[in-house]
């Protein structure tokens, strides 16, 4: 199976093929298979970092701007015909927001650049693209360039304008559309004759918001608006934090995972998406804090928490979303983690009152049952979101191990901070939590966690023991057993290396499959990992733009989205899985502090003796956690060094 993956990596992300993919302009349709995109409706987005709003780019390559079916359609050749799915799109640089498009038409090549970019008129553009400084409203750019490689003349056509019978799907949880002037906007056409080897070239400017004088904005030039674009987002991630890996795409999605994760939040708030899922969920912002942390956007990471205080209610429980409880305890570990990354005490002792709050609410609720019930001990019974029970009748696993998770944190904080009687009292609560589970699983006669204690749903939280933090030991056979019923089980188990969601009929879901590829790296099951490594990069869309539930291979994804910034956190794929192994507060003389690997040094794959394994995984100035430090601790810069070859190392 392990060779059979490694073929499966040389199909989708090949190093030579790599580089000459990413390197290469997109002037036409390829047949390359570096070019596979297993996704048949991979959404996107164009917008900038903390805007509100951010413009959704369609499986066909349309653009949805502000207001109810406002869509920019692109249209080229002699019979005008749009741009659809089979028109790839990949990314500039393999990573930046700056989407690429090649379409032929005969002997006319064209090239299509979207990208989006502050309003011109802004007093200042560079503080624009860092915060909506100066409002909402940004300006979407569609350039586009014709070529004629034909020895005789022939005409280029392009048109791109509203298209006032684009019909989408709406997004689940998509904020409300503004009403809109749709004809505001402009239009822009061209239709000439090119002579041989000669080209073409212009720019379409769309405000995502109408404004009344758009002839304004036809005097910007694209060429420096795609370069301050570049250039800025290139300068957010250069400082931080690099975990780079042999295949580049796989470097570049990690990179274009902080993109996402930072158009996605709105004024500093997390949220699960732009365009939807366009809330703060606190169990995903609790992860893609985290994200933030172990890269170094420490100010982005506390500027989010602060969402956090204001979702405590009057009775000490944390909620985002209406009597879903693992929020109460996936917060006090947000808290924790951040106070682990920083060492900023003083912010721990402003966080612990809430802290405690949250688990006086759990230490009560989990009373209210009969002490002599099936569910004595545990918390009551709430929806389940990703259980797919949303009924409100069942207890669900997983808020019962985020809840002693909270708890387990708020006992490790008041040690920090020297709350001796406060941290032996809640460690008692914890031992008491824990037997109540404990005695749960028996009740129900089963060897694994089940999604919920009624023994129905899909799973979801019972796969988040022992990850992100262990509630259970690792070689608990519990914790092997459930991780095994959704590999092998579940409804037939796996597909093509994702785990199956139950909620809808054949779907695959990255998102929740990720808990199982980090329980298997946490229980150091390398083999499994890195075969989840290759399955991941296998199916991360060449415009990096989903890694949400899928339809089978080469289908519809579940959902009408772009892409979604939680599981690009925590839950990112197979970049999470090096860097969890490799800077997870490893001290000095660790033999894997400098270099993680993909695969077990001492068995069948490992590297000869003297020589770097082509799947070394290196840090690059990565923060790692600690306790009472002064500032931030970070490895050091030490770069990639790999045995694969030239053009794999970004």
């Known amino acids: 199976m392990y060779r059979k993956i490694l073929a499966g990596l040389l199909l989708c992300c090949p190093v030579l093929h790599c580089a000459r993919l990413l390197a290469a302009a997109p002037d036409s349709k390829q047949e390359d298979p570096a070019r596979f995109n297993y996704f048949v409706n991979d959404w996107n987005v164009l917008g900038l970092k903390d805007y509100q709003r951010g413009a959704r780019v369609t499986p066909d390559n349309a653009i949805m701007l502000a207001g109810k079916g406002v869509v920019v359609r692109v249209r080229y050749g002699q019979a005008l015909k749009p741009l659809t799915h089979d028109d790839t799109k990949t990314l500039m640089d393999g990573w930046l927001p700056v989407m690429e498009i090649g379409a032929s038409d005969g002997p006319v090549q064209y090239q299509f650049h979207y990208w989006a970019a502050p309003m011109p008129n802004v007093k200042e553009w560079n503080k624009a693209y860092d915060w909506p400084t100066e409002g909402e409203n940004f300006l979407v750019w569609v350039r586009y360039k014709a070529t004629n490689t034909a020895d005789k003349p022939a005409t280029a056509k392009v048109d791109i304008r509203i298209d006032p019978k684009a019909k989408y799907p709406d997004a689940p949880e998509a904020p409300a559309?503004?009403?809109?002037?749709?004809?505001?906007?402009?239009?822009?056409?061209?239709?000439?004759?090119?002579?041989?080897?000669?080209?073409?070239?212009?720019?379409?400017?769309?405000?995502?918001?109408?404004?009344?004088?758009?002839?304004?904005?036809?005097?910007?030039?694209?060429?420096?608006?795609?370069?301050?674009?570049?250039?800025?987002?290139?300068?957010?991630?250069?400082?931080?934090?690099?975990?780079?890996?042999?295949?580049?795409?796989?470097?570049?999605?990690l990179r274009f995972a902080h993109v996402t994760q930072l158009i996605a939040s709105d004024h500093g708030q997390v949220h699960g998406g732009e365009g939807f899922y366009d809330v703060f969920y606190m169990r995903d912002g609790a992860y893609q804090i985290m994200e933030y942390g172990e890269f170094g956007l420490w100010e982005t990471a506390r500027k989010s928490l602060e969402s956090y205080f204001s979702h405590q209610r009057p009775d000490g429980r944390f909620e985002s979303q209406q009597n879903q409880w693992d929020a109460n305890g996936q917060t006090p570990w947000a808290f924790l983690q951040y106070y682990k990354m920083t060492g900023d005490r003083p912010w721990l002792e402003?966080?612990?009152?809430?802290?405690?709050?949250?688990?006086?609410?759990?230490?009560?609720?989990?009373?209210?049952?009969?002490?002599?019930?099936?569910?004595?001990?545990?918390?009551?019974?709430?929806?389940?979101?990703?259980?797919?029970?949303?009924?409100?009748?069942?207890?669900?696993?997983?808020?019962?191990?985020?809840?002693?998770?909270?708890?387990?944190?708020?006992?490790?904080?008041?040690?920090?901070?020297?709350?001796?009687?406060?941290?032996?009292?809640?460690d008692k609560e914890v031992r008491l939590y824990r037997e109540a589970i404990d005695a749960a699983v028996r009740r129900t006669g089963l060897a694994y966690f089940p999604p919920s204690w009624e023994k129905e749903g899909t799973s979801w939280g019972n796969l988040e023991t022992i990850w992100p933090s262990p509630i259970f030991d690792a070689k608990d056979p519990r914790v092997a057993a459930t991780i095994q019923r959704v590999r092998k089980e579940t409804n037939g188990g796996f597909v093509e290396g994702i785990m199956q969601w139950l909620g809808q009929k054949d779907v695959i879901h990255p998102y929740a499959g990720v808990y199982s590829v980090m329980a298997d790296l946490v229980a150091d099951k390398d083999e499994q990992v890195v075969e989840d490594f290759y399955w991941y990069l296998l199916q991360a869309p060449l415009c990096l733009g989903r890694d949400d539930p899928a339809r089978d291979r080469r289908v519809q994804l579940c959902l009408p989205s772009p892409p979604h910034a939680g599981p690009r956190a925590g839950r990112r794929t197979p970049f999470a899985q090096g860097r969890a192994r490799l800077v997870a507060g490893r001290g000095p003389g660790d033999p894997h502090r400098e270099a993680a690997h993909l695969v077990r040094q001492d068995g069948p794959h490992a590297p000869r003796h003297g020589q770097r394994g082509a799947d070394e995984v290196r840090p690059a100035d990565a923060p790692t956690t600690g306790q009472n430090r002064a500032a931030p601790a970070r490895e050091p810069g030490i770069g990639i060094e790999s045995g694969c070859g030239g053009g794999c190392n970004a």
């Open 177 to 253: 559309e503004p009403k809109v002037d749709a004809s505001q906007h402009g239009s822009y056409a061209i239709d000439k004759e090119l002579a041989p080897g000669a080209g073409i070239e212009g720019a379409a400017r769309f405000a995502f918001i109408p404004v009344k004088d758009a002839a304004m904005l036809d005097k910007e030039d694209p060429k420096v608006w795609l370069d301050r674009t570049a250039e800025y987002w290139r300068g957010v991630e250069k400082p931080l934090a690099g975990i780079h890996v042999p295949c580049l795409k796989a470097t570049n999605a």
């Open 350 to 426: 402003r966080a612990f009152p809430a802290m405690k709050k949250s688990v006086e609410w759990t230490m009560k609720a989990r009373r209210q049952a009969p002490a002599d019930g099936p569910f004595a001990g545990l918390l009551p019974p709430g929806p389940g979101d990703g259980e797919c029970l949303w009924d409100g009748k069942h207890h669900i696993v997983g808020y019962d191990v985020w809840n002693l998770r909270g708890m387990i944190c708020t006992a490790e904080a008041a040690r920090i901070l020297g709350k001796t009687d406060e941290a032996e009292s809640l």
